[in-house]
């Protein structure tokens, strides 16, 4: 499944990154906690180069826990500063400004030493598009300033959010990049909604979420869509292929039928990649560092 999204205000937020990186303390990357490694844009190292940088794993409420803490570990090792967060309802939200204290705790010395104690922290939120990055905005500055959806391609212009007296955030809109070099990514990254809905074939991606879930979570699929058991995947079925035939099975137990008494399987697609994206599944963390 080849996903391929780079629309013209995404090279704009690039140029808008670079003209406005000189003028904060420190880069905010929010990262989808369930696709840490997918969410990651790879552009973002070049482009914040030299500033230091908080992880924020946001959406750790649909993550697993385990894995969450290893994604942490793992952003640590490197020399970032971590923090969980479920910005919908708000939790872990409320240490962010401590974090970013800490992160810049040598320059506010710097700046106290000069006789700047009050001076004003300016803080670049950046993150790929559907990470939940203007709901988070919002949460920090207690009060709905960034538009926020559940959908990408939302934000379109950089824009200062006080969250108080010594806090500055620069919101920036979502930005993606050019070409998915790896199958996996893009795969995750519509799992998630991360990419528009409308650019993909909602049953091919159903297929390969139900393949995915053959085999990283069984049981939950089983349950969810009351299955007795998973039918046993022949030698030569391919994952898509097989991933049909589970969409058959769930659209059937749904009651998904049309006309001639076909099952729906589009349908069937969208209602699982729906659940999944609402949480309904459980907590599924569908990678871990390597």
């Not at 369930?34 to 500033?51: C, F, H």
């Amino acid at each position: 499944m080849n996903v391929q999204w780079y629309p013209g205000h995404m090279a704009k937020t690039r140029r808008l990154i670079g003209e406005r990186l000189r003028q904060v303390d420190a880069v905010c990357e929010i990262l989808d906690a369930r696709i840490p490694a997918s969410s990651r844009n790879p552009d973002v190292a070049e482009l914040t180069a030299g500033k230091p940088r908080l992880i924020v794993l946001n959406r750790a409420d649909q993550s697993d826990p385990d894995a969450t803490a290893q994604w942490g570990d793992f952003f640590r090792a490197r020399g970032f500063a971590v923090l969980a967060t479920d910005a919908k309802s708000g939790r872990g939200a409320g240490k962010f400004a401590a974090a970013v204290r800490e992160l810049l705790a040598d320059k506010l010395k710097a700046y106290a030493d000069k006789g700047q104690s009050g001076r004003v922290v300016r803080v670049m939120v950046l993150g790929i598009p559907n990470v939940g990055k203007s709901t988070f905005i919002n949460r920090i500055a207690g009060r709905n300033v960034a538009k926020a959806e559940d959908r990408p391609g939302v934000t379109r212009a950089g824009q200062w959010v006080p969250v108080d007296k010594r806090l500055e955030l620069l919101d920036t809109p979502g930005i993606l990049w050019p070409k998915f070099g790896d199958e996996t990514v893009g795969l995750h990254l519509a799992f998630t909604g991360a990419v528009k809905d409308e650019i993909l074939d909602t049953e091919t991606l159903g297929c390969h979420f139900m393949a995915y879930l053959s085999e990283a979570a069984p049981e939950r699929l089983r349950e969810a869509y009351k299955l007795p058991e998973l039918p046993p995947r022949d030698a030569a079925e391919t994952g898509i292929a097989y991933g049909f035939r589970l969409l058959q099975d769930a659209g059937r137990k749904r009651g998904f039928l049309v006309s001639g008494g076909e099952i729906d399987t589009e349908r069937m697609a969208k209602i699982l990649l729906d659940e999944y994206r609402a949480g309904k599944l459980g907590r599924l963390t569908l990678e871990l560092p390597e």
